[in-house]
């Protein structure tokens, strides 16, 4: 059968609530009905939003390491501050926009987001989005028995490219990579480094129905994908790679 993706619509929510609940109950008002093998896909600003992790900037003092990085990288010193707070590291940037990693996550400004936030606030990166996605699995299977996988998503910039894609920020329930090493290709050669990011491919299938604006579908169900559920807990290291095993910083670091 042909893969499909089922959007779910939803109310904005401006305060706290519970993501399993909210979650459940708008797939209902939609007339759609989780099924064994689904892939459920949530946007992570969506998930950020159920934890509260939304900051009034006028609340944040700068410190002088946040002023010197405004300084550097022409940004409100507010905000500055706010992306070395969410940063594990810093690898540079241009005006406006400073590359960092956060819990083994390449973003610029340390993912925060001033869309689908009220005016004056910015949405930070979920806390424990593996957690999160294994928690919701299991209240899926315990109340409904029903196996699915989960993929929380969010939209990113690609190297040399115009425009965002989606890209898995965590998952559970489903096997992240498929290793396809010593496989042949069309040829007979066989494959010695592919990869196959599974749960990358499924969120920006996904992220391109769920929409990037005023949509207000923050929810996606991937039908059929052909992906192997497991009920195993899922490293996040299975998904990412330190920053120093990277082509693209390890290339651009030794471009000089």
Same mark, same amino acid.
């Not at 501050?81 to 926009?97: C, M, N, Q, V, Y």
């Not at 496989?183 to 299938?205: E, H, M, R, W, Y």
């Given at each position: 059968?042909?893969?499909?993706?089922?959007?779910?619509?939803?109310?904005?929510?401006?305060?706290?609530?519970?993501?399993?609940?909210?979650?459940?109950?708008?797939?209902?008002?939609?007339?759609?009905?989780?099924?064994?093998?689904?892939?459920?896909?949530?946007?992570?600003?969506?998930?950020?939003?159920?934890?509260?992790?939304?900051?009034?900037?006028?609340?944040?003092?700068?410190?002088?390491?946040?002023?010197?990085?405004?300084?550097?990288?022409?940004?409100?010193?507010?905000?500055?501050?706010?992306?070395?707070?969410?940063?594990?590291?810093?690898?540079?940037?241009?005006?406006?926009?400073?590359?960092?990693?956060?819990?083994?996550?390449?973003? +610029?400004? *340390?993912?925060?987001?001033? @869309? !689908? &936030? %009220?005016?004056?606030?910015?949405?930070?990166? #979920? =806390?424990?989005?593996?957690?999160?996605?294994?928690?919701?699995?299991?209240?899926?299977?315990?109340?409904?028995?029903?196996?699915?996988?989960?993929?929380?998503?969010?939209?990113?910039?690609?190297?040399?490219?115009?425009?965002?894609?989606?890209?898995?920020?965590?998952?559970?329930?489903?096997?992240?990579?498929?290793?396809?090493?010593?496989?042949?290709?069309?040829?007979?050669?066989?494959?010695?480094?592919?990869?196959?990011?599974?749960?990358?491919?499924?969120?920006?299938?996904?992220?391109?129905?769920?929409?990037?604006?005023?949509?207000?579908? +923050?929810? *996606?169900?991937?039908?059929? @994908? !052909? &992906? %192997?559920?497991?009920?195993?807990?899922?490293? #996040? =290291?299975?998904?990412?790679?330190?920053?120093?095993?990277?082509?693209?910083?390890?290339?651009?670091?030794?471009?000089?």
């Amino acid at each position: 059968m042909a893969l499909t993706v089922l959007t779910v619509k939803t109310e904005r929510m401006d305060s706290v609530f519970d993501l399993y609940q909210v979650v459940i109950e708008s797939i209902k008002k939609n007339d759609l009905m989780l099924q064994d093998g689904d892939v459920l896909v949530i946007s992570s600003k969506f998930v950020s939003n159920a934890q509260g992790r939304i900051i009034d900037i006028n609340k944040v003092k700068p410190s002088k390491h946040g002023v010197e990085v405004s300084e550097k990288f022409q940004i409100q010193p507010k905000v500055s501050e706010i992306i070395l707070r969410e940063s594990d590291h810093i690898f540079g940037g241009i005006a406006g926009f400073v590359i960092t990693s956060a819990d083994n996550i390449m973003a +610029p400004n *340390a993912g925060i987001d001033k @869309s !689908n &936030a %009220k005016k004056g606030k910015v949405i930070l990166y #979920p =806390n424990n989005p593996y957690k999160i996605a294994e928690d919701l699995r299991r209240k899926i299977f315990l109340n409904l028995l029903i196996h699915v996988g989960v993929i929380l998503v969010d939209s990113r910039l690609m190297p040399a490219r115009v425009g965002t894609t989606g890209v898995a920020i965590a998952c559970a329930g489903i096997e992240p990579v498929n290793d396809m090493r010593a496989q042949k290709d069309l040829d007979g050669n066989p494959l010695k480094v592919t990869f196959q990011a599974v749960v990358d491919n499924l969120a920006s299938i996904a992220n391109h129905q769920m929409g990037e604006g005023g949509e207000s579908r +923050p929810i *996606a169900i991937v039908r059929n @994908s !052909n &992906a %192997k559920l497991t009920d195993r807990r899922i490293d #996040p =290291n299975e998904v990412a790679i330190s920053h120093d095993q990277c082509v693209y910083v390890r290339g651009l670091g030794n471009s000089n």
